[in-house]
């Protein structure tokens, strides 16, 4: 028998899943990985396949993301259908090079009309109209792509999932068209666990498969990114001198996964302005809410803690503060130049927020000329509706354009492992370059809680030294990739500066 692995994603956004799926269906089609099945659930989100368009709404577009679904073209067949919390959707990544796409189809479906026989429903098939219909109402869609003879998309099985989301569409351009669950047919309560199961045994027995047990979804983290436990007394001794100076640093609101080591060697990045943010990004784990009045006191106290721990090389950041005239520019530049002043032989590295993009505030900052000028773009142009909703990628652009033109040097971040794509990660390379960035750093994305934007895959370390030297390739000066790497990370090491210690080889460098 045919080896099968089922990968459970459990619930995850829709085009991190579809990134998912392109990264699998490569890897079969290479023959890395055997025959696989995915399963997931996901947020409300209205897709639109190559036949369908706009006209298969029954809403204009623009009521679509108050009432929080999400609208997407993909590449499959069909026009328009939605998935949603209670919906089981299954994605086979099957090399069908001995069999026709119709037979596979029929098997497919034959599989999840098993499962509802499995409780007493009878499914039907109407010609011309792929899915399955139980007493006249659709209770699965189909919709299948094939690349270089291997499967992707797949079918939708309505578990448990409130149909008056469909009222937002003609489910597959039948307008009128009755949708139905397995609960409101059964009038049973469901555990999506068994549905699951019964899935993939009815798939496995159809097609000959021998299964493998499910591999857990994004939210197992790999070896790599397993790192020792943290030098508590390192953490508890920086945490007594940051209370001291009333101080906060980005390593404790963010998690960072480094702060352990970092705070070992007496390095941090200290986040000036306060400790809430005005934005919610959904990957960043600062807090949220009213921000703090402004404490003008700030630059003198991290000056005191640059001087007390000897640091060669400051990192100074900030939440993002919408809330201020300047974004807090102001208090970047006092900060600036109270390092200087107190420890001249220290240099002074800032990452700092688009302040709305204000060239009063960009001005405000660079003329106090910190030795790195840092402000990361953070993700691909596609995600920034999901991952930085009030931000703008063109606006992060001339951000760093404007802090190269005034003769700084410009630094970026990048993480990966949100549902981006290759083609998508070097084009943000070119963009980034050809902003005047030359120091970068490249990371995996690591969700801060299950409230974030979830894992859509953990990029192996290997693909990160791939990424380094594409971007050596491009021509910046200064590349750190690597799973752990963060933007402040060894910061000093990327302009000839120990910052308080040596690389310990726990991220991959180049240039």
Same mark, same amino acid.
């Given at each position: 028998m045919k080896d099968l692995q089922t990968i459970d994603l459990g619930r995850l956004d829709y085009d991190q899943a579809l990134s998912r799926q392109h990264q699998l269906v490569a890897d079969r089609i290479k023959g890395h990985i055997p025959d696989s099945l995915i399963l997931v659930e996901h947020p409300p989100v209205i897709t639109i396949g190559r036949s369908g368009s706009l006209e298969d709404l029954r #809403?204009?577009?623009?009521?679509?993301?108050?009432?929080?679904?999400?609208?997407?073209?993909?590449?499959?067949?069909?026009?328009?259908?939605?998935?949603?919390?209670?919906?089981?959707?299954?994605?086979?990544? *099957?090399?069908?090079?001995?069999?026709?796409?119709?037979?596979?189809?029929?098997q497919l479906t034959g599989s999840v009309s098993d499962v509802l026989e499995d409780y007493h429903l009878v499914p039907e098939?109407?010609?011309?109209?792929?899915?399955?219909?139980?007493?006249?109402?659709?209770?699965?869609?189909?919709?299948?792509?094939?690349?270089?003879?291997?499967?992707?998309?797949?079918?939708?099985?309505?578990?448990?999932?409130?149909?008056?989301?469909?009222?937002?569409?003609?489910?597959?351009?039948?307008?009128?068209?009755?949708?139905?669950?397995?609960? *409101?047919?059964?009038?049973?309560?469901?555990?999506?666990?068994?549905?699951?199961?019964?899935?993939?045994?009815?798939?496995?027995?159809?097609?000959?498969?021998?299964?493998?047990?499910? *591999?857990?979804?994004?939210?197992?983290?790999?070896?790599?990114? *397993?790192?020792?436990?943290?030098?508590?007394?390192?953490?508890?001794? %920086? @945490?007594?001198?940051?209370?001291?100076?009333?101080?906060?640093?980005?390593?404790?609101?963010?998690?960072?996964?480094?702060?352990?080591?970092?705070?070992?060697?007496?390095?941090?990045?200290? %986040?000036?302005?306060?400790?809430?943010?005005?934005?919610?990004?959904?990957?960043? +784990?600062?807090?949220?809410?009213?921000?703090?009045?402004?404490?003008?006191? @700030?630059?003198?106290?991290?000056? %005191?803690?640059?001087?007390? %721990?000897?640091?060669?090389? +400051?990192?100074?950041?900030?939440?993002?503060r919408d809330d201020l005239p300047d974004g807090g520019a102001g208090l970047f530049a006092a900060t600036i130049h109270r390092i200087r002043?107190?420890?001249?032989?220290?240099? #002074?590295?800032?990452?700092?927020?688009?302040?709305?993009?204000?060239?009063?505030?960009?001005?405000?900052?660079?003329?106090?000329?910190?030795?790195?000028?840092?402000?990361?773009?953070?993700?691909?142009?596609?995600?920034?509706?999901?991952?930085?909703?009030?931000?703008?990628?063109?606006?992060?652009l001339r951000i760093l354009s404007y802090a190269s033109d005034q003769g700084l040097l410009v630094k970026s971040g990048l993480m990966l492992g949100l549902g981006e794509t290759c083609d998508e990660i070097k084009n943000t390379l070119n963009d980034l370059k050809s902003s005047g960035c030359q120091s970068l750093t490249i990371g995996q994305y690591l969700a801060p809680s299950g409230d974030h934007a979830m894992v859509a895959r953990y990029v192996p370390p290997e693909e990160f030294d791939v990424w380094a030297k594409t971007a050596n390739d491009i021509g910046f000066k200064h590349v750190s990739s690597g799973p752990l790497v963060r933007s402040s990370y060894h910061a000093g090491d990327m302009i000839g500066k120990t910052g308080g210690g040596s690389n310990n080889g726990s991220h991959r460098k180049a240039g």
């Amino acid at each position: 028998m045919k080896d099968l692995q089922t990968i459970d994603l459990g619930r995850l956004d829709y085009d991190q899943a579809l990134s998912r799926q392109h990264q699998l269906v490569a890897d079969r089609i290479k023959g890395h990985i055997p025959d696989s099945l995915i399963l997931v659930e996901h947020p409300p989100v209205i897709t639109i396949g190559r036949s369908g368009s706009l006209e298969d709404l029954r #809403v204009a577009k623009e009521f679509l993301a108050p009432k929080g679904v999400y609208l997407q073209k993909v590449d499959r067949g069909g026009r328009a259908t939605f998935h949603g919390p209670g919906q089981l959707v299954i994605y086979p990544i *099957i090399n069908i090079s001995d069999t026709d796409i119709h037979v596979f189809l029929t098997q497919l479906t034959g599989s999840v009309s098993d499962v509802l026989e499995d409780y007493h429903l009878v499914p039907e098939l109407k010609k011309g109209q792929p899915g399955l219909w139980v007493n006249d109402a659709k209770i699965a869609s189909v919709g299948l792509a094939v690349k270089k003879k291997v499967t992707y998309h797949g079918i939708a099985l309505n578990v448990s999932i409130d149909p008056h989301w469909f009222d937002l569409i003609n489910p597959c351009g039948q307008k009128g068209a009755k949708i139905t669950s397995m609960d *409101i047919e059964t009038g049973e309560a469901f555990d999506m666990s068994t549905v699951k199961k019964l899935v993939v045994d009815h798939f496995s027995r159809r097609l000959g498969y021998n299964t493998r047990v499910l *591999i857990p979804g994004p939210d197992k983290r790999p070896k790599w990114l *397993i790192k020792p436990a943290d030098d508590l007394e390192a953490v508890r001794g %920086m @945490e007594t001198r940051l209370e001291r100076l009333d101080l906060a640093t980005v390593c404790q609101t963010a998690h960072c996964p480094n702060q352990g080591e970092c705070f070992h060697q007496g390095t941090a990045t200290f %986040m000036i302005l306060g400790t809430r943010c005005t934005r919610r990004c959904r990957f960043c +784990a600062v807090d949220k809410g009213i921000p703090y009045p402004v404490d003008y006191r @700030e630059p003198e106290r991290v000056a %005191m803690a640059v001087s007390e %721990m000897g640091l060669t090389h +400051a990192v100074v950041t900030s939440v993002t503060r919408d809330d201020l005239p300047d974004g807090g520019a102001g208090l970047f530049a006092a900060t600036i130049h109270r390092i200087r002043q107190d420890c001249p032989d220290v240099s #002074v590295e800032v990452l700092v927020p688009d302040f709305q993009g204000q060239t009063s505030s960009l001005e405000t900052v660079c003329a106090a000329r910190p030795d790195v000028f840092n402000h990361n773009i953070e993700t691909v142009p596609r995600l920034y509706d999901r991952i930085r909703p009030k931000a703008d990628y063109r606006r992060s652009l001339r951000i760093l354009s404007y802090a190269s033109d005034q003769g700084l040097l410009v630094k970026s971040g990048l993480m990966l492992g949100l549902g981006e794509t290759c083609d998508e990660i070097k084009n943000t390379l070119n963009d980034l370059k050809s902003s005047g960035c030359q120091s970068l750093t490249i990371g995996q994305y690591l969700a801060p809680s299950g409230d974030h934007a979830m894992v859509a895959r953990y990029v192996p370390p290997e693909e990160f030294d791939v990424w380094a030297k594409t971007a050596n390739d491009i021509g910046f000066k200064h590349v750190s990739s690597g799973p752990l790497v963060r933007s402040s990370y060894h910061a000093g090491d990327m302009i000839g500066k120990t910052g308080g210690g040596s690389n310990n080889g726990s991220h991959r460098k180049a240039g």
